[in-house]
């Protein structure tokens, strides 16, 4: 155990990059540009839900992308 979670932030904040930040991104795009193609895709029918996923997804894809570029985890959790 001697690795502080000092020493093992940095591979979390590529996770939210990769995982939060550009798949929320990606998510937005297709719910936006595509919503009618999605919506066949899953079996619903085309509505307004899919803006509110849209954004949504635009939501955590922000938040994911600006975990990374600062310090955010030791600012939030203390040593």
Do not use: C
């Amino acid at each position: 155990m001697g690795t502080s979670f000092a020493g093992r932030k940095q591979p979390l904040l590529w996770i939210a990059f990769w995982v939060m930040g550009l798949g929320g991104l990606y998510g937005f795009a297709m719910h936006i540009v595509f919503g009618q193609f999605i919506a066949e895709q899953i079996g619903w029918p085309n509505s307004r839900s899919q803006n509110e996923v849209a954004f949504t997804n635009l939501t955590i894809g922000i938040l994911g992308l600006s975990g990374f570029g600062g310090d955010v985890v030791t600012t939030w959790w203390p040593q």
